[in-house]
């Protein structure tokens, strides 16, 4: 059958004008319609219609809202369930990221048993003597440290001012 007929026996069928025979017709041509037909999106709503049994006025009603509800749960799992396993991804990601600074963080700022041991032995002090001596020490120690960062500032303030005359 040519691609013309078919159109117009389906532009007859869509109308109510067609016979059992005609019907017939249409039904053989859905059912061997292959993809690469031109009217195959046609054969595809063809095929659907005529292999129905025709349904009663009251039953259509419920039939359509029972296909609308079969389509809407064949659309939403797919959409919901990539979209919930990103967010648990992402999510698990940032935890295991926050967990990872953390436990860097804290190891590296405990302190060592050399150091723990040295502040407990040095906490307190039965002679004032002994107290004054630690504190003169730890006031010298941190004296140096200052002087040794003000050098240091003091050659990166002469570097940068060498820089920006050039």
């Known amino acids: 059958m040519d691609t013309n007929e078919i159109k117009l026996l389906i532009d007859r069928f869509y109308d109510g004008q067609t016979s059992e025979q005609e019907e017939q017709t249409l ?18 709503v063809l095929r659907e219609m005529l292999a129905a049994e025709p349904l009663e006025p009251s039953q259509l009603e419920v039939a359509l809202a029972q296909k609308i509800d079969r389509w809407e749960q064949a659309e939403r799992p797919k959409q919901h369930r990539t979209i919930n396993l990103r967010r648990w991804l992402w999510t698990a990601a940032a935890i295991a990221l926050l967990a ?26 039965d002679n004032p003597e002994d107290a004054k001596e630690a504190t003169l020490l730890a006031l010298s120690k941190f004296q140096q440290c200052i002087e040794k960062n003000a050098q240091q500032t003091q050659k990166v303030l002469q570097k940068t001012n060498i820089n920006l005359q050039k």
């Not at 039904?27 to 595809?44: F, G």
């Not at 860097?104 to 002090?125: C, G, H, M, N």
């Open 27 to 44: 039904r053989a041509w859905a059912a061997t319609a292959k993809p690469s037909y031109p009217l195959y999106d046609e054969a595809l």
């Open 100 to 125: 990872l600074v953390v436990g860097v963080t804290l190891k590296f700022l405990q302190p060592t048993e050399a150091e723990t041991i040295a502040l407990d032995s040095r906490d307190t002090y």
